[in-house]
């Protein structure tokens, strides 16, 4: 089956992309909570900060630089980024990713 944000990052799934760089990408969340609820994704496949590693440091700040720039691009005010980590923390798709929510 595969992660399915990897199959997007690769473009074997649809997306509407909102934002592209090398390392990175955004997409609206296919059930918002928000009006505007992106999900800011690393292309490299981590499933959850519990495997994060110090060789991930950049990598990690990167991906809240990433959200600030969706952020701007999208000219929002303001926003909420949140992650849940494993399953028992809300997260259903086994890829780091920060929800970025905005009214």
Not at 63 to 81: E, I, M, N, P, S
Not at 82 to 87: F, H, L, R, Y
Request: net charge neutral; charged share 25%.
């Amino acid at each position: 089956m595969g992660c399915v944000f990897c199959k997007i990052a690769n473009k074997e799934a649809p997306a509407e992309i909102v934002y592209e760089d090398e390392e990175f990408l955004a997409f609206p969340d296919i059930r918002p909570k928000a009006p505007v609820h992106l999900l800011v994704i690393p292309k490299k496949h981590i499933a959850t900060l519990q495997e994060v590693t110090e060789r991930d440091i950049e990598l990690m700040g990167t991906l809240l630089l990433t959200a600030q720039k969706v952020g701007r691009l999208k000219q929002l005010k303001g926003y909420k980024l949140q992650m849940n980590v494993g399953k028992e923390g809300g997260q259903e798709v086994d890829h780091v990713h920060l929800h970025l929510l905005a009214q």
